[in-house]
DNA sequence: CCTTGATTTCACGATTTTTTTATAAAAGTA
DNA sequence: TACTTTTATAAAAAAATCGTGAAATCAAGG
């Protein structure tokens, strides 16, 4: 899963009120959103949809959540997914039978749609910071630090705007190599963002304005390149 | 403890919910487990069970953590326990005062196996604990004293209320780095509560009004960090 | 129960960023 | 050179984000 790409969820429940409640909720936190109504069908929109995180509801008709968890953690494409098991309480199965088929969490009803954003914007923060990524690309006279978002060039820090700034990291991180606009686009604004390929025209050219000429430079008809040498 | 005996645990928590997780992943991972459900079972069992390790939330009925704590540091036989405090948030009682009543280490809820597995382990290979907690932050011209909740700005003492006190602690013991206001609300507000991220705005405010303009910086579109030089 | 202060929510406007649009300049091609 | 294509630049439009004041809610202490 991609830094910029949303990130996918299934909601599995047989009650139609429940899906629209979460679905609506996902869906205004940015979450791209799949529902099924039953078992066998959440494991046929999975295979499809290829879901960072599945809500499943326990008690169903047709296959209940635990034997779906089963077949779902059958598949190997999902085998990273996290599996959220909503129940209400005092229902048949114990939580520990939930974990025994490999569920990563659950969740008991009456669900607060608060509580569950958190839950699940939780899954997918980062750790900590130390165990982060390297945050700091020295280039050229550069040096591009993520974790300040700034930029120190022979002493006098620049800052940019998040756009901008990620733009210039992006290119810094791969040097030499020449990227599309489609290409920046996708990568930095996100597979599901509609904008002009010209906007990064734009952009880059702020850059230079503020970080100088000599480390972006353009291949005609091709894209652009954070240049050594 | 012995090399091959199992070590171990015992978890102490009100909500069945989070002892059976718990329990469940610790014997996954091949440790003993004893539970109990208030500090008071907490003493008992521990005595009759001897672990190795003591999950002890902070919030119980009867007989809170931090109490127990220390009733369990009175039992020679559990001198050498290591104890681990659950708590829900950090504000509840302050990392110190959890150190000082002889917990080894703490972790927040919502708690995440693998993490803690990793945790407890972790306990047994180094021998030195207690890493000390720093009470104090010296920064620029700040020196920020966690034991008093105080501020000390070149010769003015400034108090800040908890909140926004655990704001600035936490920005400046990460300077320069920037923290997008999730991050924040998990740090200091914690992973169970649910407040809407513009509450940092406030909260924001209220110490530059007090502490003055030019420690936190925004980044847009990013968060909030606090400034060196 | 009342008061006070802390915390959280809300709404609006100001500001900045981002995107679009239009035009000029540059580069490539025949 | 004339023509086409592509990029740079400037300026306008649109969108997003943040700061602010104020109200609402909550908590602690008297």
Redesign the pocket.
């Known amino acids: 899963m991609s830094e910029k790409q949303k990130i996918k969820v299934l909601v599995v429940d047989d009650e139609p009120d429940i899906v629209e409640i979460l679905k609506y909720n996902l869906q205004k936190e940015g979450y791209e959103v799949a529902t099924a109504e039953d078992g066998i069908k959440a494991v046929k929109t999975a295979t499809k949809f290829q879901p960072d995180v599945i809500l499943l509801d326990i008690m169903m008709p047709n296959q209940d959540g635990v034997e779906t968890c089963l077949q779902i953690r059958q598949i190997p494409e999902l085998k990273n997914t996290f599996i959220i098991f909503l129940t209400a309480r005092m229902e048949e199965y114990s939580e520990v039978a939930a974990f025994d088929v490999g569920a990563d969490d659950y969740i008991t009803k009456p669900i607060k749609p608060?509580a569950l954003m958190s839950r699940i914007s939780a899954l997918f923060r980062r750790e900590s910071k130390k165990e982060q990524e390297q945050t700091q690309i020295k280039i050229k006279d550069l040096t591009i630090d993520r974790g300040s978002y700034t930029i120190d060039k022979s002493g006098k820090t620049i800052?940019?705007?998040?756009?901008?700034?990620?733009l210039l990291y992006f290119l810094a991180k791969n040097p030499n190599m020449v990227f599309g606009?489609d290409e920046l686009l996708h990568n930095i604004?996100g597979s599901d963002?509609?904008?002009?390929?010209?906007?990064?025209?734009?952009?880059?050219?702020?850059v230079?304005?503020k970080i100088g000429?000599d480390y972006?430079?353009?291949?005609?008809?091709?894209?652009?390149k954070f240049d050594l040498g």
Chains 1, 2 share one sequence.
């Open positions: 608060r800052t940019l705007p998040k756009k901008e700034f990620e606009r604004w963002v509609f904008v002009l390929a010209r906007t990064v025209d734009v952009h880059i050219r702020k230079r304005e000429e972006i430079s353009t291949v005609k008809g091709v894209g652009y």
